[in-house]
């Protein structure tokens, strides 16, 4: 099985340690590379000077709702999911339809894996 690229990053926004932990274990274990990081700050600053494959965002973080980070990836047309505790209905009244959405606790891989089936082919080179 060969290695993820350079390029194939997800970044991962998570204010509690041991689930970031946990997704990013999942992810790299995939052949697929992480960022992590606990604000919505933070996140865009990464959105700024990385390239960033996918997200897998939690809704509420450290400095509030991950929204303004839903607008940069759908902008920049980078797939996402939302991952958390949150209720739907809070989370679908920013716009963040229910199908791009799982609740905590998840299985981080199938995560991983309904995200890339919204890449464009050949985006990601990890292991599948």
């Known amino acids: 099985m060969r290695q993820a690229l350079a390029i194939?990053?997800?970044?991962?926004?998570?204010?509690?340690?041991?689930?970031?932990?946990?997704?990013?274990?999942?992810?790299s274990k995939a052949g697929v590379?992480?960022?992590?990081?606990?604000?919505?700050?933070?996140?865009?600053?990464?959105?700024?000077?990385?390239?960033?494959?996918?997200?897998?965002?939690?809704?509420?973080?450290?400095?509030?709702?991950?929204?303004p980070i839903v607008?940069?990836?759908?902008?920049?047309?980078i797939p996402f999911r939302i991952v958390s505790g949150s209720a739907i209905k809070e989370i679908e009244a920013n716009g963040i339809p229910e199908e791009l959405c799982a609740p905590k606790p998840a299985d981080y891989r199938k995560v991983l894996t309904s995200l890339m089936t919204d890449t464009p082919h050949g985006r990601f080179q990890g292991r599948h």
């Open 8 to 27: 194939d990053t997800i970044l991962i926004v998570e204010d509690d340690v041991f689930i970031s932990m946990d997704a990013a274990d999942a992810v």
């Open 33 to 67: 590379a992480v960022i992590t990081t606990e604000t919505v700050r933070d996140a865009l600053e990464i959105l700024a000077s990385e390239h960033i494959a996918g997200a897998i965002l939690d809704f509420q973080v450290r400095d509030g709702a991950v929204t």
């Open 71 to 77: 607008q940069k990836l759908r902008q920049a047309g």
